[in-house]
């Protein structure tokens, strides 16, 4: 048995070493791609546009692919493959896709046609026309991707991982050949961007067939009997799913809602000025050309830290927190103190660390082509605004888990609907005085409220939680931080030449990382912070 039990442990691991080592190829594709379309672009219109347009699909991928559905719907699926049989969990599974094509097919057919009214009705600018084209072009990708993930869940069900995880490579692959194809293929810039629009359609498709040919290889049938009695009482079962997920969906919906609207207010005080002043918003800044495409640069890089340290734990500690939910009274306390403790510890220096390197990685991945100096400046001021925040969106991660572990999912819900209040607040205040980049400084500052009323409702629920112990540990960290801004500082001033090639600066700032990192490490190791010695463990 304990051979078994080790065997089992072994295979466990090497999937979790094989996916994240595939997610973290996946980002660095994400990131290429991303220099690809600024050297391209530049920041702009165009890739304003773009960027602006790809939110739509991408926030559905989050909330109902990658998101609630597929989550939700695994372990679903597990208890009906063991305690019916893997017929009937096909069955389900089919009837859960079914039920997604008609409602996302539904919603792709109404948006279309909205823009085709719009475009037919309205007397648009050019900005805004190039706009709706290319959110015509990539809306459908919202039905693709979320059907591909729902698959994907199916596929982890059955334990198979690599796949699943390979699938952003072909987006990714796909985009990049995109871009380097329109180069050749297309004349001017708008055509351009819309051939690179139309290579997230194929991209979606290849994403499909690939998840769809690897879950039929492993054995799945798509149940076709649409009228039998068993089609109706597994109908029942996903409408009553889909019911207990409101809640979630709509917290997740809320939370991402702070991005989109972020990008919303850059692209419109850059491009419909005209609009505002004659709605009586005058007084608001007028931002300059390039604003919403700083912005998701800036939120790509903050993505980086977060899925590699974030997503990683809430996804290790998700379990974890629902079996000591009912273990003894405080087993739950403990572990999810472990995960808050571990997070200030990798999320406090992340967070510093994007802010020092704001300017130098900005500038080596992305000072080429039609990025110019200027949109340099925009864009670390922008990755900065986010940087002070990764801390926060970390925590987040952990303590949304921790609330859904106790079957509480309106409590997130609620803390999200105060998340977007705050946003707005303080966007419309600070733009005022820090301009575009006020926009990312806010959507942190609401993270950081949203995290303390979450901490604070938790210690409510869970009165043997010692978030006491945080504050010590935050000390730590924030010493920490501070050797190794000062490292930072003191040995690597050159980064600050302009006249350094992009080659030397990679490896100079690898190397300050890697430097500032043993730095911060030795405080925490020499202050005797538990992790660090091998204390993280479940007793």
């Not at 919403?292 to 996804?315: C, D, E, H, K, W």
């Not at 379990?319 to 306390?333: C, M, Q, S, V, W």
């Not at 409702?457 to 978030?467: D, G």
Request: glycine residues 10%; contains cysteine.
């Amino acid at each position: 048995m304990a051979e078994q039990a080790g065997a089992k442990k072994k295979t466990l691991l090497h999937h979790f070493r094989l996916v994240s080592l595939l997610t973290l190829g996946s980002r660095v594709l994400g990131m290429a791609r991303d220099v690809a379309m600024a050297v391209m672009f530049g920041n702009g219109v165009i890739l304003d546009s773009f960027t602006l347009a790809f939110r739509l699909p991408n926030l559905a991928r989050t909330i109902l692919g990658e998101g609630t559905l597929s989550t939700a719907f695994l372990p679903v699926y597990v208890r009906e493959m063991m305690s019916v049989g893997p017929q009937a969990a096909d069955r389900l599974a089919s009837v859960f896709l079914l039920f997604l094509v008609a409602l996302l097919g539904a919603i792709v057919v109404v948006f279309e046609l909205g823009v085709l009214g719009l475009s037919l009705a309205l007397s648009m600018s050019d900005e805004f026309r190039l706009l709706l084209e290319l959110n015509a072009i990539m809306f459908p990708y919202i039905l693709l991707i979320c059907l591909s993930a729902q698959l994907n869940a199916v596929l982890n069900a059955r334990e198979h991982f690599a796949w699943p995880a390979l699938m952003p490579w072909i987006l990714n692959l796909t985009w990049l050949a995109a871009v380097l194809m329109s180069w050749w293929l297309m004349e001017t810039p708008t055509g351009r961007i819309q051939f690179i629009s139309l290579s997230i359609i194929l991209g979606g498709l290849a994403q499909l067939a690939g998840s769809w040919l690897a879950l039929t290889r492993c054995g799945f049938v798509l149940s076709r009997d649409v009228g039998g009695d068993a089609w109706k009482t597994d109908w029942e079962r996903v409408k009553g799913l889909l019911w207990s997920l409101t809640p979630i969906l709509l917290s997740l919906s809320v939370t991402q809602l702070n991005t989109l609207l972020d990008s919303v207010i850059a692209w419109g005080l850059a491009y419909v000025h005209g609009f505002v002043e004659a709605g009586g918003l005058a007084w608001l800044p007028k931002f300059s050309d390039g604003s919403a495409s700083a912005l998701y640069i800036g939120q790509r890089l903050y993505q980086f830290p977060l899925g590699i340290f974030g997503v990683a734990l809430g996804t290790v500690l998700y379990p974890r927190l629902t079996k000591a939910r009912h273990e003894d009274g405080n087993a739950f306390a403990q572990e999810v103190l472990k995960g808050l403790r571990l997070i200030l510890l990798l999320g406090l220096p992340a967070s510093v660390g994007l802010c020092l390197m704001a300017q130098p990685v900005t500038e080596t991945l992305f000072h080429h082509g039609a990025f110019d100096m200027e949109d340099v400046t925009q864009t670390s001021q922008m990755i900065v605004g986010y940087g002070v925040g990764v801390w926060a969106f970390m925590l987040l991660l952990i303590m949304n888990r921790a609330f859904y572990a106790l079957e509480d999912r309106w409590t997130p819900l609620l803390a999200g609907f105060i998340s977007v209040a705050v946003n707005i607040v303080m966007s419309f205040t600070l733009i005022m005085f820090l301009n575009a980049p006020g926009l990312a400084v806010a959507t942190s500052v609401a993270s950081a409220v949203q995290v303390g009323w979450l901490l604070w409702k938790l210690k409510q629920k869970t009165p043997s939680i010692k978030l006491r112990s945080l504050c010590r540990l935050m000390g730590i960290s924030l010493i920490g931080c501070f050797v190794m801004g000062l490292v930072s500082n003191v040995l690597f001033p050159q980064l600050e030449n302009q006249d350094m090639s992009t080659f030397w600066r990679g490896v100079s700032i690898l190397t300050q990382i890697a430097v500032c990192g043993v730095a911060y490490g030795a405080v925490v190791v020499g202050m005797g912070v538990e992790e660090v010695r091998g204390g993280w463990k479940r007793s």
